[in-house]
């Protein structure tokens, strides 16, 4: 089995900060590309950002300059450090990892439990 283990958010003003953290645990082999993506009420889940395993970085034109993603491979663990924080940002925030099991040659797509993130004007 695995595991996408998602912590941070919460509620805070324009304008500040919040960070969220994810790590994914159980039979891995490798972690390959991670990411986070969000889901407000009545759109669709989009991209916010992503990270591969070399550190190669995208992000969603909303977010760029605001919010950055770092991930540490030796803990299977991808960050965002999101800033300047606007209402607009206000979502369930989902991590997700594409992770290639043991005793599997293939991969797979998983995702966390998702973390709400508010931010008032």
């Known amino acids: 089995q695995v595991q996408l283990v998602e912590s941070g958010g919460g509620l805070v003003q324009a304008g500040g900060s919040l960070r969220l953290s994810c790590t994914a645990s159980?039979?891995?082999?490798?972690?390959?590309?991670m990411g986070w993506y969000r889901q407000a009420p009545g759109n669709q889940r989009e991209l916010v950002a992503t990270?591969?395993?070399?550190?190669?970085?995208n992000y969603a034109d909303s977010v760029k300059g605001r919010f950055t993603i770092s991930r540490d491979n030796a803990k299977n663990t991808v960050n965002l450090q999101m800033s300047s924080l606007k209402p607009e940002d206000t979502a369930v925030y989902y991590c997700n990892a594409k992770i290639v099991r043991r005793t599997r040659w293939y991969e797979s797509d998983y995702w966390g439990q998702g973390t709400q993130v508010t931010v008032s004007s």
């Open positions: 159980g039979s891995i082999s490798s972690v390959n590309t």
């Open positions: 990270i591969t395993r070399g550190g190669d970085t």
